[in-house]
Each structure stands twice: as structure tokens, then as C-alpha cells.
């Protein structure tokens, strides 16, 4: 191997690696909303098992979504932008109810979180 291939080939290593860590800091894309007294948080995922994400709303209201996964790289790469870890921290524009039900599925790559909001009463219609 010459002396520019080298380079060429650790200027494509570095690159991608830069292009990665790019990746996982803005990974994943998210939507909130409110939908009848809850926050709705829609989180793009695709290819993570569902064992391997965890979601937990801090003191401070934020919600940490934090997932890894494995990534077959055999063979020959050429681009490597998928990321292997996620570590997203969304500050929640309103506040959670304490106790209240939380609920998220993980569907076709699509991790959807329900936050009851605090302050919010369900009234239940008969």
C-alpha cells in the first residue's frame, strides 16, 4: 500500500468516524405534541431492538431516550453512517403527571411515548 492510500484510507476512517459520532448526538429525529391531555413523543429508531432502548423522564423534566445496537460491518465498508448508540435528551415543554400512566411501544422502528400532563382531568363521559 503507498503512502497516499494510507492517508486516503485514514482520511475516510476519520471521516466516518466523525460522520457517526454526528449521527448519534443528533439521533434520533423526534416530534412532540399534545394530544388529549397527554405528551406525545414520536422518535424515529429503526433497526434497534426493542429490549435494547430504555426511556426515563428526570427531576429537571426531560425525557432520556438511550438505546444501542450491533452493526455488522464484514466485508469492505465504504460509508458507515448508521448509528450505534442513541443518547437523546429532550427538554419536555410541559411537565408530566407524577404517578400518572406512562406508556411506549416500539413499532415498525417507531418508539411513540404518552406522558399524561400534569393538570390535565380525564372526565369520562357515559
Known amino acids: 500500500m503507498s503512502i497516499t492510500s494510507a492517508i486516503k484510507n485514514e482520511l475516510i476512517k476519520r471521516a466516518e468516524e466523525l460522520s457517526r ?3 448519534e448526538a443528533t439521533y434520533p429525529p423526534v416530534d412532540v405534541y399534545e394530544e388529549g391531555g397527554y405528551l406525545v413523543i414520536v422518535a424515529d429508531m429503526p433497526g434497534f431492538n426493542k429490549e435494547n432502548i430504555k426511556a426515563r423522564i428526570t427531576p429537571q423534566n426531560e425525557l432520556v431516550i438511550e438505546a444501542e445496537r450491533e452493526i455488522s460491518e464484514a466485508g469492505k465498508r465504504y460509508i458507515s453512517q448508521r448509528p450505534k448508540k442513541v443518547y437523546k435528551v429532550i427538554r419536555l415543554p410541559i411537565t408530566a403527571k407524577k404517578g400518572g400512566e406512562i406508556t411506549g411501544k416500539y413499532e ?10 400534569e393538570g390535565t382531568v380525564t372526565i369520562k363521559i357515559e
Request: glycine share 16%; net charge positive.
Open 108 to 117: 415498525n422502528g417507531v418508539l411513540t411515548l404518552r406522558l399524561p400532563i
Open 21 to 23: 459520532g454526528f449521527y
